[in-house]
């Protein structure tokens, strides 16, 4: 397995903007797909965004599109989220993942996802 560390929450006020960072550990990071999700107290863990193993192929939830850009540098072992015109709905601890599977990952694989990092609070402020 991958190990996975995320940096770069913190408190923003609405419209704001925050950059969240993931390294990851190990020789075959590019053999991954990779996800962010975020869990807001009380509710469940959600999906945010998900990219390919080659960073050609994104996927969104609907609640995020047009304001978050998800990608991935393979040489730097390094995935991110790009988080634009926050919300206080967006309030969450983010969590990215990796997993092993082909295509691009969605809602419907979380159960693929093995490997997660130990989650950074955002915070958006009204």
């Known amino acids: 397995q991958v190990q996975l560390v995320e940096s770069g929450g913190g408190v923003v006020q609405a419209g704001g903007s925050l950059r969240l960072s993931c390294a990851a550990s190990?020789?075959?990071?590019?053999?991954?797909?990779m996800a962010w999700f975020r869990q807001a107290p009380g509710k469940e863990r959600e999906f945010v965004a998900g990219?390919?193993?080659?960073?050609?192929?994104?996927d969104y939830t609907d609640s995020v599109k047009g304001r978050f850009t998800i990608s991935r540098d393979n040489a730097k072992n390094t995935v991110y989220l790009q988080m634009n015109s926050l919300k206080p709905e967006d309030t969450a601890v983010y969590y990215c993942a990796a997993a092993l599977m082909f295509g691009t990952p969605t809602a419907q694989d979380l159960g693929l996802f093995r490997s997660w990092g130990q989650g950074t609070q955002v915070t958006v402020s009204s």
């Open positions: 990219i390919s193993a080659s960073g050609g192929s994104t």
């Open positions: 190990g020789r075959i990071f590019r053999g991954y797909v």
